[in-house]
């Protein structure tokens, strides 16, 4: 099948360029958002005014956002390339906002401190292997709303099924219980 060369659509030098743009941007933003929690790529509060990601998401939309303009256009001419630019940075302010506001979100999000075995004392639960008078047997309590398996050991011999609080931490995994 022979190809008419009318028929063969040819992308412009311009759009070709913002899409390039676009797509550092969205290189850039990949880096941005991986690098700090993945690689550990760089200082976390260096950024200054203006976030990394912000600039990257105002990057790859100014770069893409032209790039449809320009097409839409038939951006031959250097006042539509202009327009195709505005076009860009009217795509790019608002996303380049909530990058910045995302991943301000992101980063300064609060999270539950991390339980320690000080926070065992007190934990009810349940004997799931029996305790021996002179050994340890094993508990299941609940430790910040998760089912945790322990070991524990008793004043007195306790069965399986037998209802536990945990009186004393005798280390990150073993407890002291008694029946409750």
Not at 21 to 47: C, F, K, M, R, Y
Request: hydrophobic share 50%; net charge neutral; charged share 15%.
């Amino acid at each position: 099948m022979l190809h008419n060369p009318a028929t063969v659509q040819v992308v412009a030098t311009g759009t070709l360029i913002f899409l390039i743009i676009g797509g550092a941007g969205v290189g850039v933003l990949t880096l941005a958002l991986l690098g700090s929690g993945v690689l550990h790529l760089g200082q976390p509060d260096v950024d200054g005014p203006v976030s990394l990601e912000a600039v990257a998401g105002f990057t790859g939309a100014f770069g893409f956002g032209a790039a449809i303009v320009n097409e839409l256009l038939g951006a031959r001419t250097p006042g539509m390339i202009v327009a195709a630019v505005a076009g860009g940075a009217l795509a790019a302010v608002p996303t380049a906002w909530l990058a910045a506001r995302l991943s301000r979100a992101a980063r300064n999000m609060r999270t539950d401190p991390t339980p320690t075995r000080d926070h065992l004392a007190g934990a009810v639960g349940l004997v799931v292997t029996p305790i021996p008078a002179s050994g340890y047997g094993e508990v299941r309590v609940r430790l910040a709303g998760q089912p945790v398996k322990l070991n524990a050991r008793a004043d007195r011999p306790l069965a399986v099924g037998a209802r536990i609080f945990v009186v004393e931490a005798l280390s990150e995994t073993s407890v002291h219980v008694e029946t409750y």
